[in-house]
């Protein structure tokens, strides 16, 4: 798996101005390559437009931001059928959606009509203006934020079920002392910005594509994380458990782990890695549990009481 290679290549790139961030580019990267979805939480001033920008960058990406507020319509993010007098004809006006990697920037300030239509893009891949059906760009992810302390006041909390369109969910935490202190230096004055390089061509992520669905994934794996992700089902503390779609999702990022370890086949560790972020926004804590416990803190609880399978090796 030489191309496994590119994902350290590609890290390297992002750090020059994103510092202290691998986990994140990782997780970014396998989304990327399975057509899924990212949302980031975090407060504001963490980096986000940035990583986002950084990524679609060393991707060979086309990089969109759309900065939603309560006002906001759903032509505004897919596009207008205008009248040009000139041609005395309809024409069609692309949205921001129409890139490969699009920002959606706080999220949650927009209406929920606005985020129906986004995340019915998201599913379908295509947009429909006026009866036109617009195939979107290949490859297509996007990258939805919110703010974790908003005020509620003009903001609109994504329902339970447009919040298990996201493939992987980011809580973006505050830098570390020393990866601050190596922003502080990129950002001085006396130092210019460094330049990311493209790492990726089109054709090389479909062929990253077409890899990573061949990681082998033995029946005792399935078994181990079907049962994770039932036992969140059956959980007291869990009032909605992970649905059918979030058992898929946890299957392909630890089939992304595994690709991007350099391993044919999956590990319980895989599964253990990427499971926090996969199905932590899947599930809803009782009125009760959620005083005192956090969704992640419950999938430790889940992952800690199922029996780790033996053999797991690549099928030979």
């Known amino acids: ?149 908003e005020s509620q006041q003009g903001t609109f909390s994504l329902p339970v079920a447009q919040m298990d369109r996201f493939f992987i969910k980011i809580n973006v935490d505050y830098p570390i002392y020393e990866d601050e202190k190596r922003i502080m230096q990129i950002h001085r004055g006396d130092k210019k910005m460094s330049t990311i390089a493209q790492v990726f061509s089109t054709q090389e992520i479909e062929q990253l594509k077409g890899a990573i669905n061949d990681i082998y994934i033995s029946d005792e794996m399935e078994d181990y994380l079907l049962t994770v992700v039932r036992k969140t089902r059956e959980h007291n503390s869990i009032e909605l458990g992970v649905s059918p779609r979030g058992t898929l999702a946890l299957m392909k990022a630890s089939q992304g782990k595994a690709f991007l370890n350099g391993r044919t086949y999956v590990t319980p560790d895989d599964v253990k890695t990427v499971a926090p972020y996969v199905i932590g926004h899947r599930i809803f804590l009782s009125i009760e549990s959620s005083l005192t416990k956090t969704p992640e803190t419950i999938i430790e609880e889940i992952i800690r009481s199922v029996p780790v399978p033996v053999e797991v090796g690549a099928n030979e």
Do not use: W
Not at 9 to 19: F, G, M, N
Not at 39 to 44: A, D, G, K, Q, T
Not at 58 to 63: H, I, L, Q, R, V
């Open 1 to 149: 798996m030489v191309l496994t290679e590119k994902i350290t290549e590609l890290k390297r790139e992002i750090s020059k101005v994103i510092v202290g961030k691998d986990t994140e580019i990782e997780l970014m990267a396998i989304s990327l390559l399975f057509n899924g979805h990212i949302l980031l939480e975090s407060v504001p001033g963490t980096g986000k437009t940035m990583l986002a920008k950084s990524f679609a960058t060393a991707t060979g990406g086309e990089f969109s931001r759309i900065q939603f507020t309560p006002d906001v319509l759903p032509s505004d993010v897919t596009g207008i059928q205008f009248f040009n007098p000139k041609r005395q004809e309809f024409e069609l006006r692309p949205g921001p959606i129409m890139a490969n990697i699009v920002l959606a920037d706080e999220i949650n300030r927009a209406t929920p009509r606005t985020q129906s239509s986004l995340l019915e893009v998201m599913e379908e891949r295509q947009v429909t203006i006026d009866g036109e059906t617009v195939k979107l760009m290949e490859p297509f992810m996007v990258i939805a934020t919110q703010n974790p302390v």
